[in-house]
């Protein structure tokens, strides 16, 4: 054996091998490691899902100014949970789809806007179930769980469209305000809808920014445009991701007036729990959600926010001071 050999040879007796007692302390090492390690990954995640929520809310924000500018109003929410958006009826009153659907040039989807253009009826209905079908991304908060696109309410069938069985659905909504409209599903026809002679639901004392065809204007909101509400996140059951069961979460986002496109502010914003609460903002964050306000704003409200100062910042017209330090 020469030099080097001899040097690097293990002395008789010797092992390389840990004892029980080695491997058990290294575990638990990388246990104790791994257990701080974690909840700090799983904090930046978060943090990046929040971010990019709060961007969602943003866009809708910029969609809704850009359709302030070229409309001279804030979208109308459509007819009502029965119809789908129809590329051929504008914007405005006689457009039987949401205000999601109003937006969609402005959120880089005039495509999907403009799908179905003078089709026949027939070859529309089936275009319409497809574009309720389909998904964006600016339409989901990353922090809630489901599937991109979900299962829709099999009782409801759009008068305008075949029934889809999975639908786009939406994580926002527009703030209605403190009254409650109860617009319900609209006409049964377009027909009816145009004829004059179908008895809309009065919504006069409606207090928010989007309702049924609502054409809401600046000068309308008496309260201010940095103090009131515009759109947020919104309330889901937690059992409800993937399911129909929750009725604020079982439509699609292009449908009309319905409790999946708009909130109200009579109860402060919740997270979501197992049950539903279809007329309530909310989200799966911890804290609070996400609102954008008039003036363009996005701004993060708390789950423990003061019921009055909540219901103040989601009407418009009250009159009533808001306490700027309260969210």
Not at 45 to 61: A, D, M, Y
Not at 68 to 85: E, K, V
Not at 133 to 150: E, I
Not at 172 to 181: K, L, M, R, S
Request: aromatic share 8%; glycine share 10%.
């Amino acid at each position: 054996m020469n030099a080097d050999a001899r040097r690097f040879a293990i002395p008789h007796g010797r092992r390389l091998a840990f004892t029980l007692v080695e491997l058990l302390v290294v575990m638990t090492i990388i246990a104790v490691l791994m257990g701080l390690l974690l909840p700090a990954v799983q904090s930046a995640r978060e943090s990046g899902r929040r971010t990019q929520c709060q961007n969602n809310v943003r866009q809708f924000g910029l969609a809704m100014q850009s359709h302030l500018a070229a409309y001279s109003c804030f979208p109308s929410n459509g007819w009502g949970y029965t119809w789908i958006g129809c590329p051929d009826r504008g914007t405005g009153k006689n457009q039987p789809g949401g205000w999601i659907y109003n937006v969609l040039p402005y959120l880089e989807a005039q495509d999907l806007r403009d799908r179905g253009r003078e089709e026949s009826p027939a070859a529309q209905r089936l275009t319409l179930a497809a574009v309720a079908a389909t998904p964006l991304v600016v339409l989901r908060c990353p922090t809630r769980a489901g599937p991109v696109v979900g299962p829709a309410q099999p009782r409801v069938v759009p008068r305008n469209a075949e029934w889809s069985p999975l639908v786009a659905k939406t994580d926002y909504a527009v703030n209605e305000g403190d009254f409650i409209t109860d617009t319900r599903e609209g006409p049964t026809t377009l027909e009816e809808g145009d004829s004059g002679k179908y008895p809309w639901r009065d919504t006069k004392q409606a207090t928010g920014i989007c309702f049924q065809r609502s054409e809401v204007v600046p000068a309308m909101i008496r309260d201010g445009l940095s103090n009131t509400y515009l759109v947020g996140e919104k309330h889901v059951s937690r059992e409800a991701y993937d399911t129909f069961d929750d009725p604020g979460y079982d439509q699609s986002a292009y449908s009309g007036v319905d409790l999946d496109l708009n909130r109200w502010v009579i109860d402060p914003p919740l997270a979501d729990g197992p049950s539903p609460e279809p007329r309530r903002f909310g989200s799966a964050h911890a804290g609070g959600c996400y609102f954008g306000f008039c003036d363009g704003s996005v701004r993060l409200i708390r789950y423990d926010i003061d019921r009055e100062t909540h219901r103040r910042l989601g009407n418009r017209k009250d009159g009533l001071p808001v306490d700027t330090t309260a969210f």
